[in-house]
T-cell receptor, first 114, second 116 residues
């Protein structure tokens, strides 16, 4: 059983650019959540996808968008990058059952915006 | 709105000594409570979780946590720490195991340093 994998592991962008981060869910999982972890902070919920639709969203602007594919993998897209977008972006997958299953996190994609 | 407070930013403990990390939460209903650990450059690993039942829950790596509703606390404990326990520890609260539509709300974390 493979775990949650994220790519790329590190990337550097400049302000105003766009970025796409990718996440492959753990086998058997059908829900993906994305979190942003700024340096020295706890993770903050960005959004969750289930059945290819956004299922909930935290306090993030619309320039943060996502996709979930039929194989349950997911992308996080951030447009018009700002310096404050520099963070570790964590993807977590889970098996949705009743009240929702436990989250399993990937190791993250570290984004630096210059 | 839900929130989590971890009052200690850093804690230093000698190897073999006992450990307690504090967590206080604010939540409107009965919450799911979690403790996660994050080693440098790694993702989050779930140590333990609580929703109902026995208020003392056992987790992996010898950790346990006690839920105290009257104090809105969910403190993490370990009787004897090992050098490999050095990491960042996060307390979190949510509506479901997976956080649901509002996701999990995390505290800012406690950095645990182990002295030889």
């Amino acid at each position: 059983e493979t775990g949650v994998t994220q790519s790329p592991t590190h990337l550097i962008k400049t302000r105003g650019q766009q970025v796409t981060l990718r996440c492959s869910s753990q086998s058997g999982h059908n829900t993906v959540s994305w979190y942003q972890q700024a340096l020295g902070q706890g993770p903050q919920f960005i959004f969750q996808y289930y059945r290819e639709e956004e299922n909930g969203r935290g306090n993030f602007p619309p320039r943060f968008s996502g996709l979930q594919f039929p194989n349950y993998s997911s992308e996080l897209n951030v447009n018009a990058l700002e310096l404050d977008d520099s963070a570790l972006y964590l993807c977590a997958s889970s098996r949705r059952q009743g009240s929702g299953g436990e989250l399993f996190f990937g190791e993250g994609s570290r984004l630096t915006v210059l | 709105a839900q929130s989590v407070t971890q009052p200690d930013i850093h804690i230093t403990v000698s190897e073999g000594a006992s450990l307690e990390l504090r967590c206080n939460y604010s939540y409107g209903a009965t919450p799911y409570l979690f403790w996660y650990v994050q080693s440098p450059g790694q993702g989050l690993q779930l140590l333990l979780k609580y929703f109902s039942g026995d208020t003392l829950v056992q987790g992996i790596k010898g950790f346990e946590a006690e839920f105290k509703r009257s104090q809105s606390s969910f403190n993490l404990r370990k009787p004897s720490v090992h050098w490999s326990d050095a990491a960042e520890y996060f307390c979190a609260v949510g509506a479901t195991l997976g956080g649901g539509a509002d996701g999990l709300t995390f505290g800012k974390g406690t950095h645990l340093i182990i002295q030889p």
